[in-house]
């Protein structure tokens, strides 16, 4: 069973960054897709941004295209999201996700508490 535990979350001001990392444990995370994700009070669950080791392969929500970097270190099991001026549409609860790879069907089975980010105006 794969654990995950975000950190990295705050308040800042609109134009602002934040380093969001989460921390793996309980499994190898390069033998996994990882991906970010979003939610906003009153709103649906937002896809962010997803890695797949296997060929370097990212992906971003419109969203946040330009803005946010998805990277991981696999000496610290740690993957990371830098998010850049950021919005305040941008406040949400923001959850790191993990898929095996290799698994039809199996999609995000784990998943993370989540971390606040709020962007004030």
């Known amino acids: 069973q794969v654990q995950l535990v975000e950190s990295g979350g705050g308040l800042v001001q609109a134009g602002g960054s934040l380093r969001l990392s989460c921390a793996v444990s309980g499994g190898t995370f390069s033998t996994y897709v990882m991906g970010w994700f979003r939610q906003a009070p009153g709103k649906e669950r937002e896809f962010v941004a997803t890695?797949?080791?296997?060929?370097?392969?990212?992906y971003y929500g419109d969203s946040v295209k330009g803005r946010f970097t998805i990277s991981g270190d696999n000496t610290k099991n740690t993957i990371y999201l830098q998010m850049n001026e950021l919005k305040p549409e941008d406040t949400a609860v923001y959850y790191c996700a993990a898929a095996p790879v290799g698994v039809p069907g199996a999609g995000y089975g784990s998943w993370g508490q989540g971390t606040q980010v709020t962007v004030s105006s």
């Open positions: 890695i797949a080791w296997t060929g370097g392969i990212t």
